[in-house]
């Protein structure tokens, strides 16, 4: 079965220092979403892409978060400097498409993130 | 802000009894789903239910919605150990694929 890919599946950086996500929905889903996921708490949405476009990025901080999907298939996730808030798990899902009403999303394994 | 929270927080349950966990939100509602998110991993779906629908099953599954009182619940039937895990039901106010999470259910299913 076709699975999102995410890497790395952990990361432990220092405070001030530039991280990178990388992941691969699955082939020929047309959206892709990056979730911030806290211990003890669901999956708050950072931004949405349709194909290349962003639909939604409007709880991604932008000051230090960037996002891009340049032709439409892979997207990387940037934080640029590491906060200590920042630990979590970033998590990316994609769906056939949601503008369609194919909304039901997958998930990858996500990536552990330390900050210290 | 939040639009889906679920009831109870925990819920810890014997091999073969059946699990009920509840989600309210408080706006209407275009669809509502329901993940499973074991320890450490992503999120798997479960099912979907949308607005115009009451009930859906799947194999052990049962979810309702009740638009009126703005809540859904999740029936697992018959649970088993592997049933143990986090779920969180997902709200999509848009009708553009934004779901917005609640902060879950931690099912314990004892052997």
């Known amino acids: 079965e076709a699975e999102v890919a995410q890497s790395p599946r952990y990361k432990i950086t220092e405070k001030s220092q530039a991280v990178a996500f990388w992941c691969d929905p699955i082939?020929?889903?047309?959206?892709l979403y990056w979730y911030r996921q806290i211990l003890g708490q669901g999956p708050e949405l950072l931004v949405q892409?349709?194909?290349?476009?962003?639909?939604?990025d409007s709880q991604l901080p932008k000051d230090r978060f960037s996002a891009e999907r340049l032709k439409g298939v892979d997207s990387t996730l940037k934080i640029q400097p590491a906060e200590l808030g920042d630990s979590a798990m970033y998590l990316c899902?994609?769906?056939?498409?949601?503008?369609?009403?194919?909304?039901?999303?997958?998930f990858g394994s996500g990536t552990q993130l330390s900050v210290l | 802000s939040q639009q889906g929270e679920e009831d109870p927080q925990a819920l810890s349950i014997q091999e073969g009894e059946n699990a009920t966990m509840n989600c309210s939100y408080k706006?209407?509602?275009?669809?509502l789903q329901w993940y499973r998110q074991n320890s450490g991993r992503g999120l798997v779906h479960l099912i979907l239910?949308?607005?115009?629908?009451r009930e859906k099953h799947s194999g052990r599954l049962r979810v309702t919605l009740d638009t009126s009182k703005k809540s859904s619940s999740l029936l697992i039937t018959a649970s088993r150990a592997a049933d143990t895990a986090s779920y969180f039901c997902?709200?999509?106010?848009?009708?553009?694929?934004?779901?917005?999470f609640g902060d879950g259910t931690t099912l314990t299913v004892k052997p």
């Open positions: 899902a994609s769906s056939l498409d949601s503008a369609k009403g194919r909304e039901k999303l997958f």
């Open positions: 082939s020929g889903h047309a959206t």
């Open positions: 892409f349709q194909d290349e476009s962003v639909v939604d």
């Open positions: 706006t209407s509602i275009n669809n």
């Open positions: 239910i949308r607005s115009n629908e």
């Open positions: 997902a709200t999509d106010v848009s009708n553009a694929g934004k779901s917005t």
